[in-house]
């Protein structure tokens, strides 16, 4: 499977230096590596969960225990998602880190993924949530910790939206 | 069985738990009893108060969690009984006040209603200990219980679709969010 081992290491040790210590995720193919290291991390606690949308209430529980978090989804994830981050994130003001794989984008062969690709974007924008792309590996560490940081201060959601280029390997 | 009288048996041993309620006439009652500041009232995102239960029993070991979710909440979010099922955190109590209705927006009836088993739905999901009751002195019983206890329990309370004439309380949402947090992080010094 082309998925790259190496940007994922570099994204897992990036969330582990700004302290992440619980990491919420739904499988997806882009994130199997991130997802294993996860599991086999005993200073993290990973919940594989049902739906998307579960996570916006882990990471809120493992805020008010002070406990720094990140989501790991796929768009579609993001999608499924949105009632949670705008009824329970925005009117709460807690803090997300949203690491979403951007499927559906430039170079998508799988057709089913194309639609969310689309509209990724525009709801992000509309939604008034931050986000960034992670697309080369020399940005990885910076971006993430950024977007760690911002996500703290502002106690809002925000994203970062894990590219082909940076994830998938042929 | 009523809620209220059934929050009211348990109101004491909730002092020294993190609690967590859904909106709407859980919050109202609860509150109505006597805000303390390990009380977090989601006031909305229907169906997220126990996957919230779930990262605070999960982030917090030694600290007991109780939950206050309803039929209508639960069954927006199912999937969170097969997530708390396969973490299955000792420190939690679930418990689902099943009044058969979405009393807060209209009293429409949900699917409780209709034969949906919710102890049955808990109990293949993978809850490990999951009871019904419709006495208050059985609720007041299981719930210390399993506070007591040391096993995830989701507790079906069947109450009866009745609240209190308002559901908004004198608490803004943020300010209730950060007390909140606050009296958590007070119980780490």
């Not at chain 2, 429409?108 to 993978?126: H, I, N």
Request: proline share 3%; glycine share 8%; aromatic share 6%.
């Amino acid at each position: 499977m082309p998925v790259s081992l190496t940007s994922s290491k570099v994204i897992f040790d990036a969330l582990k230096q700004c302290d992440v210590r619980l990491l919420s995720a739904l499988p997806e193919t882009w994130l199997v590596h991130l997802i294993r290291m996860a599991d086999e991390d005993p200073e993290v606690i990973l919940i594989r969960l049902a739906k998307e949308e579960e996570g916006v209430g882990i990471s809120a529980g493992a805020h008010f225990a002070g406990v720094k978090s990140a989501m790991l989804m796929q768009n579609h994830g993001f999608l499924a998602s949105i009632n949670g981050i705008v009824s329970f994130a925005h009117l709460y003001k807690i803090p997300l880190l949203m690491l979403i794989s951007y499927r559906g984008s430039f170079g998508e062969r799988d057709p089913w993924q194309t639609q969310g690709g689309n509209v990724t974007e525009a709801l992000l924008r509309a939604m008034a949530i931050p986000y960034s792309f992670l697309d080369r590996i020399e940005n990885v560490e910076r971006r993430i910790r950024q977007a760690q940081t911002l996500a703290e201060s502002s106690l809002q959601p925000v994203a970062l939206l894990l590219t082909r280029d940076l994830m998938w390997e042929e | 069985m009523l809620r209220l009288d059934c929050l009211r048996a348990v109101y004491s041993k909730l002092e020294n738990c993190l609690v967590v309620t859904i909106m709407g006439a859980t919050a109202a009652e609860l509150h109505s009893l006597g805000h303390r500041s390990n009380f977090f009232y989601l006031q909305h995102a229907m169906g997220l108060a126990s996957s919230t239960g779930l990262g605070l029993a999960l982030s917090l070991r030694d600290q007991k969690i109780v939950v206050f979710d309803g039929d209508g909440s639960l069954l927006m979010n199912l999937g969170s009984l097969s997530t708390m099922a396969r973490y299955r955190p000792g420190n939690l109590v679930h418990v689902v006040f099943d009044n058969e209705s979405l009393l807060s927006v209209g009293g429409f009836p949900t699917a409780t209603s209709t034969g949906t088993d919710l102890e049955g739905v808990a109990r293949a999901a993978g809850i490990p200990t999951v009871l019904t009751v419709r006495t208050v002195e059985d609720f007041s019983t299981t719930v210390r219980d399993a506070l007591d206890g040391t096993q995830l329990t989701t507790v079906i309370a069947k109450v009866e679709p009745t609240g209190p004439a308002g559901y908004v309380i004198d608490l803004s949402l943020v300010e209730n969010r950060f007390q909140f947090r606050r009296y958590i992080q007070s119980l780490k010094r």
